[in-house]
């Protein structure tokens, strides 16, 4: 069987989209006036909806708040100096988002998971306190003085870098998502986790520096015509090694030490890290020590017995690397409660592992019909891409869905889809279509549409 399953080629994108000129409408100089008179009626329409003598009133009491039109403590009283907090931490209202272990994986010997909150982020990075982590044996904070980074193997010239050898080097910034081959892992049985954060929060994007790894390869000279493979090592005491495909090496797979402007978190792989674009995030090793060149792939212990698809015919497919096609709304999602009829922006992130993302598509009732949403820029491969559609809920009994489709074509598929070639007893890379229920009385919960 091929390594790419291919559900959601077939699957042909509707063609009852609202107008895609409207993903236009946010321009330079703000909305224009179609997507204003929108929003106008819209909120119109949910305030006569609403009317009653107690709005009414609400509204009056509204014209007096004191917290608007009296002076606080903060216009009068002098502020903090920045000696006081010399390196920025959040708010002190905003220690509710937070990554998050989950109390039902086993953690043994350090292993653990710590799921982003999706559901709190704005835009496409995520920043790298939050940033998803998953040890195979807790993490390190090494010293880069006594770090060290080999290239060996079936190459011309063996080499030993040190970090600064390795900072010296030509350097490039790209933003990318790392996902880990298990994200939602826990839907494929079902098994309703409440929020985002549990469902998809083993993705994050950053924007990663470092020295592309073939400066390296080219460096020591690899074996142009037999080499096929690489395999990367990490320093810690999990041994974490995995096979990487030459091609993806010489193209875009970065030897970071960078993380969105600063160096890397320790918990991130301080002092360095792989990280290879579009492919599951065990991949991107950290806490960098070798690289292997190779003829063959390596076989190891974490792709032969763990991130393999278990088929229906008992047979496990290896080496499925590539993170395929996904997205996900993360608001309105699980855990939360819509304050009332009116207008709402749905939001959500998208992301590719074979490129960018070309469309995203959002249905209210579970799939009968879509509408086309709005890509904000920028726009960038194998990269999380944000997604908005204007929603006006009327106090129906919703479905919330989001389908991405890439610029390889490829269209997400629904749990369904996925089951019908996967089985039902696989653990890793269910990219299938994620379904939000609004109650009538505003709260989102996760369920699965069959």
């Known amino acids: 069987m091929s390594n790419r399953y291919k559900p959601g080629r077939v699957i042909k994108a509707p063609e009852n989209f609202i107008d895609s000129s409207l993903s236009q409408a946010i321009t330079k100089d703000g909305l224009n006036e179609e997507r204003r008179d929108f929003i106008r009626k819209s909120f119109v329409a949910a305030s006569a909806a609403i009317a009653s003598t107690a709005a009414v009133a609400k509204a009056a009491a509204f014209e007096g708040d004191p917290l608007i039109l009296n002076h606080t403590d903060y216009d009068q009283t002098l502020g903090l100096p920045v000696a006081s907090n010399p390196y920025g931490v959040p708010s002190k209202y905003e220690t509710n988002l937070i990554r998050r272990e ?10 653990s998971v710590a799921f982003a909150p999706l559901q709190g982020l704005f835009g496409i990075i995520t920043p790298s306190g939050l940033h998803f982590e998953r040890h195979h044996q807790g993490w390190q904070d090494m010293d880069p003085a006594k770090h060290r980074f080999m290239v060996m193997g079936m190459v011309k010239n063996p080499k030993v870098y040190t970090m600064d050898d390795i900072m010296r080097l030509p350097s490039v910034s790209r933003i990318h998502f790392l996902e880990c081959g298990a994200n939602t892992a826990t839907e494929w049985g079902n098994v309703a986790v409440p929020t985002v954060q549990y469902t998809h929060g083993m993705v994050s994007c950053s ?13 020591v000279g690899y074996d142009k015509k037999n080499a096929k493979f690489i395999l990367a090592e990490g320093a810690d005491g999990s041994g974490m090694t995995r096979t990487i495909n030459i091609e993806n090496a010489l193209d875009d797979v970065i030897v970071a030490y960078g993380q969105n402007g600063e160096m890397l978190r320790p918990e991130n ?64 999602s699980g855990g939360q409660v819509l304050v009332g009829k009116g207008f709402y922006n749905i939001t959500g992130l998208a992301w590719s592992g ?14 009968r019909t879509w509408r086309r949403a709005r890509l904000e820029t ?17 106090g129906s009994p919703a479905l919330l869905q989001s389908r991405a489709v890439d610029d390889t074509g490829y269209v997400q598929p629904t749990i369904n889809q996925l089951r019908e070639v996967r089985g039902t007893k696989s653990i890793y890379h269910n990219n299938a279509i994620q379904t939000w229920r609004v109650a009538d009385f505003g709260e989102v919960t996760n369920v699965q549409v069959k």
């Open 102 to 111: 989950s109390p039902g994986l086993t953690q043994v010997g350090g292993a």
């Open 207 to 219: 924007e990663f520096t470092g020295v592309p790894l073939s400066v390296f390869l080219d460096d």
């Open 269 to 332: 792989g301080y002092p360095l890290r792989l990280v290879v674009p579009g492919v599951q995030g065990v991949s991107s090793v950290k806490w960098l020590r070798r690289i292997e060149v190779g003829d063959m792939p390596y076989g190891a212990k974490d792709e032969v017995s763990h991130y393999v698809d278990l088929m229906p015919n008992g047979m496990t497919r290896q080496y499925t690397s590539i993170q395929e096609a996904k997205s996900v709304i993360t608001s309105p």
């Open 354 to 367: 074979r490129g960018k993302i070309k469309a995203v598509d959002v249905s209210t009732d579970g799939g």
């Open 378 to 394: 920028p726009v960038l491969s194998k990269a999380f891409t944000r997604f908005n559609i204007d929603w006006v809920w009327d």
